[in-house]
């Protein structure tokens, strides 16, 4: 079973960055799927702040995955 997956994932983030760079696409990992959605959106922005690609970031934005409802979003 892979560790993320576009389709099977609980949850999926969006990383908006500036107007000419790609934004970033995350997905929480599979075996998290049966944790709430809070404590999953606080692990992925825990591992992702520590990233370089976070000072990038302006929103960061957290979906459902199954129906891609706005979950949460950070400024």
């Not at 576009?6 to 949850?11: A, E, F, G, T, V």
């Not at 702040?49 to 400024?75: G, P």
Request: proline residues 7%; charged residues 25%; hydrophobic residues 35%.
């Amino acid at each position: 079973m892979p560790f993320v997956d576009p389709k099977q994932s609980r949850i999926k983030m969006v990383a908006l960055t500036g107007p000419k760079e790609n934004n970033i696409v995350w997905y929480s990992p599979i075996w998290q799927n049966h944790k709430n959605p809070a404590e999953i959106i606080t692990g992925m922005m825990r591992r992702f702040t520590q990233r370089s690609e976070a000072a990038r970031c302006k929103v960061i934005q957290f979906y459902d995955n199954a129906n891609s409802q706005l979950i949460q979003e950070y400024r």
